[in-house]
């Protein structure tokens, strides 16, 4: 074997190595800015808290603040639909896809941290890859998340969006939902190691409904059987009530865990 050769075996694992982004592990204690969020009711963080970061709203109960007995709690990631009929400066109001899981009952039973961040009007989730990663990543290094239990729910551009991160960091997320947001299957398959539980009306476009998602999950479904799909008859584009609206799709979410 020349030099030349056993030099370039010995970069492939390295360069495997170097590819990869764990992401930072969490402290014990929540920790600034996230400190002053936690408030046990909906907070709007306006300004990004990282520099070229996104604004988001955030909910967390104050006995979050610290992991007691070494409990840590899971992280839900919401992404919304497009904004294309927004206009500049409008106030973006907290999402029913996101507050369905601190409503009491459901809360009680999953305490955990939900960030909604959001972009600007006539933006896209796969236009801003970078800034949902490094959200994600300065959530989990200043607050205590179970780093085994980070989940992503993702509706319409928001479901793309959640499909196309479970591909770019196969390794963070323990499960996701999405609901009426396909993407092409080159993009994601032999990409995702995540469940997912894919939803879309019965209804919703035609390019949804008879080709994309449900190609999608099929193909998906043929590397991974934990990936489900429904087909919510009669449901046009925003089917959440018939996904995350029930108690089953949402107790499936939080028994997801990473190995």
């Known amino acids: 074997m020349t030099k030349a050769l056993l030099s370039l075996l ?16 969490s402290p014990d204690k929540a920790e600034k800015p996230y400190t002053n969020l936690i408030k046990g009711k909906w907070v709007h963080q306006e300004e990004p808290v990282i520099e070229d970061g996104l604004p988001f709203w955030f909910y967390a109960d104050r006995k979050l603040k610290s992991a007691r ?19 500049p400066g409008d106030k973006f109001k907290v999402q029913s896809i996101a507050t369905i899981w601190t409503k009491e009952k459901i809360y009680k039973e999953h ?12 933006g896209g989730w796969e236009k801003i890859p970078e800034k949902i990663d490094e959200l994600v990543k300065h959530l989990t290094s ?31 997320f323990a499960g996701a939902v999405t609901m009426a947001g396909p993407v092409s299957p080159k993009q994601v398959v032999g990409k995702i190691k995540a469940p997912v539980w894919c939803w879309v009306g019965g209804n919703d476009t035609d390019l949804n409904k008879n080709v994309r998602l449900p190609a999608l999950a099929k193909q998906l479904q043929k590397l991974d059987d934990r990936v489900k799909l429904n087909i919510v008859p009669g449901g046009g584009h925003g089917c959440a009530p018939q996904s995350i609206g029930t108690d089953k799709v949402r107790d499936w979410l939080f028994d997801q865990r990473l190995p």
């Open 10 to 25: 010995l970069l492939v694992p390295m360069a495997g190595l170097t590819s990869a982004k764990p992401l930072p592990e």
């Open 69 to 87: 007995s070494g409990k840590k709690h899971p992280l839900v990631i919401v992404l919304h639909g497009r904004r294309n009929k927004a206009k």
């Open 111 to 122: 305490p955990c941290f939900v960030v909604q961040p959001y972009y600007p009007p006539k």
């Open 142 to 172: 200043h607050l205590p998340v179970d780093m085994k239990r980070i989940y992503l729910v993702g509706f319409s551009n928001g479901g793309q969006g959640t499909f196309l991160t479970l591909a770019r960091q196969p390794d963070w």
